[in-house]
């Protein structure tokens, strides 16, 4: 505000974009090297905010998508990253400006899951007056856990879409109106994804009912993994090349993180009976 005051309205409009003049800060954050509160002008591209600004992906993984908008956001894909940041256009590709979230996500994130996270938070922040919210965002919260733990079919996915759509028109108010964005963007830009949750596959392997924990011949039995595990699934073998009970283990990837010869791989787990 000093900054206008000092230099003029006129001069803050002169940066941006004629339709969305002006700056707007964001809050960086996710899978990238340089979080933050960052101000940006409006017409910049989401990809320059994430590797000049941020300095790109953490870890030099594959940068796989932004939510932007905070937790009624959509999300883009990378493919659309070069795309202006302004009003107009991030309405057109299925996100918004909304409350300045940026999450940057790469590809060890589960769009599926990242659906389900931010309908849970909109579910419980629903004040219930409405039917299409009170009863659609709890009906579409329960579709995607059904996905997430590898018991959704392609039937579940087009009703997600249905209720997302009618939740979208029918609702009161603006959570209403905008929680199944997630949902929307997510099934439009990354819908192979969610078919393959119907086949009981998550392809970042980040599902926890989807994956299993195994342990390679690299395995050099320090017992470093069974001293580490929360839940003892992992018999104390010194010496020996270990093994994991799988009715025991919580899929908290801790072994894999403390195992010295990388000796423990995370695989894609069978389709639940039922």
Known sequence: VPWIINNTPAAFKAIGTAASPGTKTF????????????????????????????????NSRAFKAIQIGGPSGGCIPASLADIPVDYEQLKAYGAMMGSGGLVVLDDTDCMVEIARYFMAFTQSESCGQCVPCRV?????????????SGKGTMEDIEELKRLAQSVSSLSLCGLGKTAPNPVLSTLKYFHEE??????????????KALVSYKITDKCIGCTRCSQYCPVDAIPYTPYKKHWIDDSLCTRCDTCRQVCPSQAID???????NG
């Open 136 to 148: 659609g965002t709890l009906r579409m919260l329960e579709i995607l856990e059904c996905l997430t």
């Open 266 to 272: 995370k695989t894609d787990r069978e389709k639940p």
């Open 194 to 207: 969610y078919i393959m949750h119907t086949q009981g596959r998550c392809p970042s392997l980040s599902c």
């Open 27 to 58: 809050a960086l954050a996710g899978k990238v090297k340089r979080g933050g509160l960052v101000e940006v002008p409006m017409g910049i591209t989401l990809r320059e905010i994430v590797f000049d600004i941020g300095g790109g992906i953490q």
